[in-house]
T-cell receptor, first 113, second 116 residues
Framework: DQQVKQNSPSLSVQEGRISILNCDYT??????FLWYKKYPAEGPTFLIS?????DKNEDGRFTVFLNKSAKHLSLHIVPSQPGDSAVYFC????????????FGKGITLSVRP | DAGVIQSPRHEVTEMGQEVTLRCKPI?????LFWYRQTMMRGLELLIY????????DSGMPEDRFSAKMPNASFSTLKIQPSEPRDSAVYFC??????????????FGPGTRLLVL
């Protein structure tokens, strides 16, 4: 049973436009969410996170939005750049309970020049 | 720091053979995680250690898989005997502490395993 779901396996966006990557979760106990970015032949790297006490966190071109009532979060990349082409993983954790990150399957983002 | 180091980067073996994957975490990190990535299931946590002690191995698929962490700077994931369905990319990750500031995990480059 996938507790973190990334239902769209891929997304293609024109350079300069907005990329919106979606993620849904089922476990209401999750209270901290993270996005990781992965290039081919490399391990995932941390990108941005958000606590459940917030509904938005911004870092440069990257913004994560959290809608707790809908159990939904999204990652916005504005403007998108070709170097953003990668696999993006959504992850969630119950802080204080254990250190287990639960990951989604990932979304492959392609940014066309 | 060189980051999390994994070896080998690629492994091709035949069904039934023993496979050992190795990981050196970032110095000072007290948590170590082993993940498996497949197309079907994405990134799955297999097992994690805290201060060299296995905390949760509920993700280990079956008894053919075992993991050890004999000291703070080294861990192994062993598959014996290996099967074609074990083919995947195996990642090791480490982190400093737990809690909201500690969940950022640093991943190694992964070991791509192919079992023929």
């Amino acid at each position: 049973d996938q507790q973190v779901k990334q239902n769209s396996p891929s997304l293609s966006v024109q350079e300069g436009r907005i990329s919106i990557l979606n993620c849904d979760y089922t476990n209401s106990m999750f209270d901290y969410f993270l996005w990781y970015k992965k290039y081919p032949a490399e391990g995932p790297t941390f990108l941005i996170s958000i606590s459940s006490i917030k509904d938005k966190n911004e870092d440069g071109r990257f913004t994560v939005f959290l809608n707790k009532s809908a159990k939904h979060l999204s990652l916005h990349i504005v403007p998108s750049q070709p170097g953003d082409s990668a696999v993006y993983f959504c992850a969630a954790i119950i802080t204080g309970a254990n250190s287990k990150l639960t990951f989604g399957k990932g979304i492959t983002l392609s940014v066309r020049p | 720091d060189a980051g999390v180091i994994q070896s080998p980067r690629h492994e091709v073996t035949e069904m039934g053979q023993e496979v050992t994957l190795r990981c050196k975490p970032i110095s000072g990190h007290d948590y170590l995680f082993w993940y498996r990535q497949t197309m079907m299931r994405g990134l799955e946590l297999l097992i994690y250690f805290n201060n060299n002690v296995p905390i949760d191995d509920s993700g280990m698929p079956e008894d053919r898989f075992s993991a050890k962490m004999p000291n703070a700077s080294f861990s192994t994931l062993k598959i014996q005997p290996s099967e074609p369905r074990d083919s995947a990319v195996y990642f090791c990750a480490s982190s400093l502490g737990a809690g909201a500031s500690g969940e950022t995990q640093y991943f190694g480059p992964g070991t791509r395993l192919l079992v023929l």
